[in-house]
């Protein structure tokens, strides 16, 4: 039975991917090597590296405008604490939309002063503040593109004067923004790019150097870039399979059409949620991710036959976070219109039984 897999990270990816990874494995370039075995200084990988690197920002469209692409470790959870570490020496202005931000928030205030600038905790974060005010004095502004948790994702970023900061780990790469608002973008690879292991960091390099501390090597971002994102052994298999998947998207049309494929899934699930009487959204709509559709049962009892339903039709990862409960769908780039249409019509089967 085919599998329909929804969940929030790590998850799905390309099957012509996990074909030529799988391959690799076993025999990497010809070389009669494992990718696994190979040395990280060889110039097999050294390759895999280079351009994976300048892969990810070409579909970005920050190639030549003084960016710099990194694949370091510890996921975005160590970005929280190496943004601050960076860019933090007085104040920084954060958006709080989630979980993930919450934590980054938490990070930040190590280093300096954090202005909370707006929050959406008051209605558990099934929305996204509007007209906040940046304040101008601050080293930079950090946001979240899109809250996994919650379901929620900025549709519009705002106008700084300030370094601007996002955590992009559960959208990158699937639908077009102008990147080049941002000066620094983070993202663990589990989403939309690759294995958990290896985080993406695009970073202009002009805003670096200006923190007056003394910044650990493996914390500095000068560091990692004048070491070409080699400073110390990196996650060699997690930045092969992400170098798979950009050259996917490349292939089927990059960014744009990661977007149009995205739109029409989001699109499938969110009507049904809204016209089915048995089920109810828990973001705003107006706020909706097109990554994480989260929804609840207006009526709890279905709950017990719901489960069996989906579960029986090789449904997988359906199942909501605990701090918003009911179902989750995580429809990141890989996954199919057709998984999406699967659940949709176990949505309808339900109601035709009650």
Known sequence: MKKHNFSAGPCILPQEVFKEASQAILDFNNSGLSILEISHRSADFVSVMEEA???????????????????????ASMQFLMTAYNLLEKKAAYLNTGTWSSKAIKEAKLFGNVDEVASSKDKNFNYIPKSYAIPSDADYFHCTSNNTIFGTQMKEFPATNIPMVCDMSSDIFSREIDFSKFDLIYAGAQKNMGPAGTTLVVVKEEI?????????????????????????????????????TLRWIKAKGGIKAMEEHNNKKAELIYNEIDRN???????????????????????????????????????????????VGGYRASMYNALSLESVQVVVDLMKELENKV
């Open 53 to 75: 690197r300048s892969l990810a920002l070409e579909l970005l469209g920050l190639k030549d405008k003084g960016y710099k692409a990194l694949f370091l470790q510890g996921g």
């Open 208 to 244: 670096l150097g200006k923190a007056s501390r003394e910044i650990p090597s493996m914390m500095d971002y000068s560091v990692h870039i004048g070491k070409d994102s080699m400073f110390n052994t990196p996650a060699v298999y997690a930045v092969y399979v992400s170098l798979l």
């Open 277 to 323: 009487p048995l089920f109810t959204g828990f973001a705003a709509k107006e706020d909706r991710s097109a990554m994480n559709a989260t929804f609840n049962l207006v009526d709890e009892s279905h709950k017990e036959t719901f489960d069996k339903m989906w579960k029986e039709a090789g449904v997988n990862g359906l199942n909501g976070h605990r701090s």
